[in-house]
């Protein structure tokens, strides 16, 4: 499945990862860096450039002012994690735009696990804003 949403980076962003809009530059997203942040969706899976030519590690989805494409509410694709996760966990943003489990009453989340993962790898989500009530 491709992104449902074409944005404008407002920084460098990594592929996989949350992100979130950009108070007073409409359309544009930046990598989520706090757990508050508010959810838009999740980085696209493909680099920026040729893998001989994007040398930054890891690679990026978008550098400053390009265009990146960014999976929204009801879809499916992979986000980096940044803790093991379970199958049906609901995912927030840790410091580095990576999914966290969340059971903390009141958090928002920005996506649920598909499958079972591990902090550093890629896992299958699907995006999907809410909040967690107990």
Do not use: W
């Amino acid at each position: 499945m491709e992104p449902s949403s074409c944005n404008v980076a407002d920084g460098n962003i990594r592929t996989c990862r949350f992100v979130k809009l950009v108070a007073a530059k409409p359309g544009k997203v930046a990598e989520c860096a706090a757990a508050t942040d508010k959810i838009f969706g999740i980085s696209q899976m493909g680099i920026r450039l040729s893998p001989l030519l994007e040398t930054t590690s890891p690679p990026r989805a978008a550098a400053v002012d390009e265009m990146l494409g960014v999976y929204v509410d009801g879809q499916e694709c992979l986000l980096e994690l940044g803790g093991t996760v379970a199958a049906g966990d609901k995912l927030t943003s840790n410091g580095s735009g990576q999914g966290i489990t969340t059971i903390t009453d009141h958090d928002e989340y920005g996506a649920v696990a598909i499958e079972d993962g591990i902090s550093g790898r890629q896992c299958r989500v699907r995006v999907q804003k809410g909040q967690i009530s107990q």
